[in-house]
Structures are given as structure tokens and as C-alpha cells.
């Protein structure tokens, strides 16, 4: 059949549909008998206005909810949760925080202090219908999962804090200790130089930062080899967000939550929890272990080989502890350490 032909008995069909349309097709799909599946993906409203992009991956009985670092940082760096909970038969959620990644982005700069991020996590819980559930906090978002869990530990059945100090003052104390292992005198006396003169954006300044103290303490991985969902992360952060809460990077707290302490609060955590910490981290694991004693139901343990991103530097010591304890307070079987 030539091709004219072929073009005119298309026409003609559609024209004849568009005469005789089907009685028994609706204008918009009837979707009220099933679920419509998103591959795991919702969101959530906050404040009675803002969207908040949530993920859930794998099915189980244990139900994780994950709080990323930052501030300012999307989820994606915590993808590698992936490749070991849900074989484990445990349920989590991402979601990325307020003004980051999938979420809206509001301009709002008062937006960004501890105590509405607490209120952000309870209505993302309250939006997955999640109780009894677990949180698993990273850096920032065990800064995070402290303050929630002081409002609300009710809600939850476990936590498990990981790479995160109970202090600033403490963390920045242990920061400098790290500038002076890891960069010569001249380094210092450079670096500290660009950073009075806020040169941040300087090719020399985040050389330095780099290749003598992110190589070391934030991912041991060598820098070329580093895992494509942490690139991934960094090139998608929110900077305003990141300086205006913490400070131009994790070596100089400079925003508003720089005088932020929560040692004396230790003690009211009745939830079980796991103080998971790294021998090379940027958080002195002495403090880490401190945490852990003042908590009165808790495990702590130090990955032998891990820094900051344990959770890739040092895969197997981190989720076989992380794994272990969900399953261990799931199943009543939990012991704290010795006080």
C-alpha cells in the first residue's frame, strides 16, 4: 500500500472516533479502586504549605526513617542503604529536608534554626503513618534525631546516632586537633589566613580542605574513586543553608547552631539507641563513647576502619553493627552496655 493511502486511513479512523466517541470512556481516569504505585516516592505537606519529597524502599516489619547530614544536603549519599537493609528484610524512608534536593525551596532564610527542622520531622512521620519506627540520624541529622527524640522519643522504638558529637564546642575542639595532624605549619598558617579573609570559593582553599582533611577524615575512599551518590550530594547542596546553619565547611562553625549542646539531655533518652562512630571521623570517637555512657540505654561502636562516611569507607562494620541492633531491639533481645 503506498504511503498516502496508509496517512488517509489514519485520518479517517481518527476522524471517526472523534464522531463516535466510546460511551464507556471516562474523561479522567477512575483510580478510587487502587493504589496509583510512585516506586516508593510521596509527598508530604509541612507548615500547611510546603512539599517534601519522601521515598520508601523495601518492605518489612522493621520501619527506618533516615536523616540525612547537612544541613542543607539532599538524601541521595545514604542511597547506599540500598544495597543492605532491605536485603536484611527492613523497611526505610528517605525524604529530603526542607529546602533541599526534591523538596521545595522556599527563600524564607528563617526558615533554617533547629527547632522548626524537630516539627519538620514529626509531620514527615505523621505523613508516612509511621510509629514504633526507627530513626537512623547521620552527622546533622543525629544533631537532629537528638532534639526530636527528646520531644518525641514516644514514637519511636529505637535510634541509632551516628557520626555526631553531643557538642559543638566539643566538635570544634577536636576539628583543630585534626588541622594540626593533617596539615603542615604552613597549611595553617594559609588556611587560616583565607578563611579570615573569607576567601572560601579559592582554588587554594579548597585544595587544602580536600586533599588534607575530607580525604582523611570525611571519606578514607581516594578522592577519584569517591562513590558517585556522594559527588552527587555536594554538587546539589544548598550552600546558603549549609553557611547560614553551620558555617563555610565542617572545619569552621560559624552559624546558628554553633553553640548548640545537648549532653545535659543525654540522660532523659530512654530509647534504646546505638552510638555508631569512626575511628578517623572528623567527631572525636572519645566523645562518641561519652555519649554513649550518658545515654542509660545504649550501644556504642566505633568502625575500626571508617571516617565520616563510614556508612561507605567501612560498609561492613557499619551496617553489620546498624543491622544488628534494629533486628536485636525488634526482637526484645537488646542489652545496653555496662554504665
Same mark, same amino acid.
Given at each position: 500500500?503506498?504511503? $498516502?493511502?496508509?496517512?488517509?486511513?489514519?485520518?479517517?479512523?481518527?476522524?471517526?472516533?472523534?464522531? /463516535?466517541?466510546?460511551?464507556?470512556?471516562? =474523561?479522567?481516569?477512575?483510580?478510587?479502586?487502587? *493504589? %496509583?504505585?510512585?516506586?516508593?516516592?510521596?509527598?508530604?505537606?509541612? +507548615?500547611?504549605?510546603?512539599?517534601?519529597?519522601?521515598?520508601?524502599?523495601?518492605?518489612?516489619?522493621?520501619?527506618?526513617?533516615?536523616?540525612?547530614?547537612?544541613?542543607?544536603?539532599?538524601?541521595?549519599?545514604?542511597?547506599?542503604?540500598? +544495597?543492605?537493609?532491605?536485603?536484611?528484610?527492613?523497611?526505610?524512608?528517605?525524604?529530603?529536608?526542607? @529546602?533541599?534536593? /526534591?523538596?521545595?525551596?522556599?527563600?524564607?532564610?528563617?526558615?533554617?534554626?533547629?527547632?522548626?527542622?524537630? *516539627?519538620?520531622?514529626?509531620?514527615?512521620?505523621?505523613?508516612? @503513618?509511621?510509629? =514504633?519506627?526507627?530513626?537512623?540520624? $547521620?552527622?546533622?541529622?543525629?544533631?537532629?534525631?537528638?532534639?526530636?527524640? $527528646?520531644?518525641?522519643?514516644? $514514637?519511636?522504638? !529505637?535510634? %541509632?546516632?551516628?557520626?555526631?558529637?553531643?557538642?559543638?564546642?566539643?566538635?570544634?575542639?577536636?576539628?583543630?586537633?585534626?588541622?594540626?595532624?593533617?596539615?603542615?605549619?604552613?597549611?595553617?598558617?594559609?588556611?587560616?589566613?583565607?578563611?579570615?579573609?573569607?576567601?572560601? +570559593?579559592?582554588?587554594?582553599?579548597?585544595?587544602?580542605?580536600?586533599?588534607?582533611?575530607?580525604? /582523611?577524615?570525611?571519606?578514607?575512599?581516594?578522592?577519584?574513586?569517591?562513590?558517585?551518590?556522594?559527588?552527587?550530594?555536594?554538587?546539589?547542596?544548598?550552600?546558603?543553608?549549609?553557611?547560614?546553619?553551620?558555617?563555610?565547611?565542617?572545619?569552621?562553625?560559624?552559624?546558628?547552631?554553633?553553640?548548640?549542646?545537648?549532653? =545535659?539531655?543525654?540522660? +532523659?533518652?530512654?530509647?534504646?539507641?546505638?552510638?555508631? !562512630?569512626?575511628?578517623?571521623?572528623?567527631?572525636?570517637? *572519645?566523645?562518641?563513647?561519652? *555519649?554513649?555512657?550518658?545515654?542509660?540505654?545504649?550501644?556504642?561502636?566505633?568502625?575500626?576502619?571508617?571516617?565520616?562516611?563510614?556508612?561507605?569507607?567501612?560498609?561492613?562494620?557499619?551496617?553489620?553493627?546498624?543491622?544488628?541492633?534494629?533486628?536485636?531491639?525488634?526482637?526484645?533481645?537488646?542489652?545496653?552496655?555496662?554504665?
Amino acid at each position: 500500500m503506498k504511503p $498516502h493511502v496508509l496517512l488517509l486511513s489514519a485520518a479517517l479512523c481518527f476522524a471517526a472516533c472523534k464522531q /463516535n466517541p466510546s460511551t464507556n470512556t471516562p =474523561s479522567t481516569a477512575d483510580t478510587s479502586s487502587h *493504589e %496509583v504505585k510512585t516506586g516508593g516516592s510521596k509527598l508530604i505537606k509541612v +507548615d500547611g504549605k510546603y512539599n517534601i519529597y519522601t521515598k520508601k524502599v523495601g518492605d518489612g516489619k522493621i520501619k527506618v526513617l533516615l536523616l540525612n547530614g547537612g544541613p542543607g544536603l539532599p538524601h541521595d549519599y545514604m542511597e547506599c542503604f540500598e +544495597d543492605f537493609l532491605p536485603k536484611a528484610g527492613i523497611e526505610f524512608y528517605y525524604y529530603d529536608q526542607l @529546602g533541599c534536593g /526534591n523538596s521545595d525551596t522556599p527563600k524564607d532564610t528563617t526558615l533554617w534554626i533547629v527547632p522548626r527542622y524537630v *516539627e519538620e520531622v514529626e509531620q514527615v512521620r505523621k505523613g508516612l @503513618g509511621l510509629d =514504633s519506627f526507627y530513626i537512623v540520624g $547521620h552527622s546533622w541529622g543525629s544533631m537532629l534525631a537528638m532534639e526530636y527524640l $527528646h520531644k518525641y522519643q514516644s $514514637h519511636v522504638k !529505637g535510634a %541509632v546516632l551516628s557520626d555526631m558529637t553531643a557538642g559543638v564546642k566539643e566538635y570544634v575542639a577536636y576539628a583543630e586537633q585534626l588541622k594540626k595532624k593533617y596539615f603542615t605549619p604552613r597549611d595553617i598558617v594559609v588556611f587560616d589566613s583565607l578563611s579570615r579573609l573569607k576567601k572560601y +570559593d579559592s582554588e587554594q582553599y579548597n585544595t587544602l580542605l580536600m586533599t588534607k582533611l575530607y580525604a /582523611n577524615v570525611l571519606c578514607r575512599i581516594p578522592l577519584e574513586k569517591w562513590p558517585e551518590p556522594l559527588l552527587r550530594t555536594f554538587k546539589k547542596m544548598n550552600q546558603p543553608i549549609y553557611m547560614q546553619m553551620q558555617g563555610p565547611d565542617e572545619f569552621q562553625i560559624t552559624g546558628n547552631f554553633k553553640n548548640w549542646e545537648f549532653w =545535659s539531655r543525654l540522660p +532523659d533518652i530512654k530509647t534504646p539507641i546505638l552510638v555508631l !562512630g569512626a575511628k578517623y571521623d572528623e567527631m572525636n570517637p *572519645e566523645d562518641l563513647k561519652r *555519649e554513649g555512657k550518658l545515654l542509660p540505654n545504649s550501644r556504642t561502636y566505633i568502625c575500626p576502619n571508617g571516617s565520616h562516611m563510614a556508612m561507605y569507607d567501612d560498609q561492613q562494620h557499619y551496617f553489620g553493627n546498624l543491622i544488628a541492633f534494629l533486628k536485636d531491639v525488634d526482637a526484645g533481645s537488646f542489652k545496653p552496655d555496662a554504665k
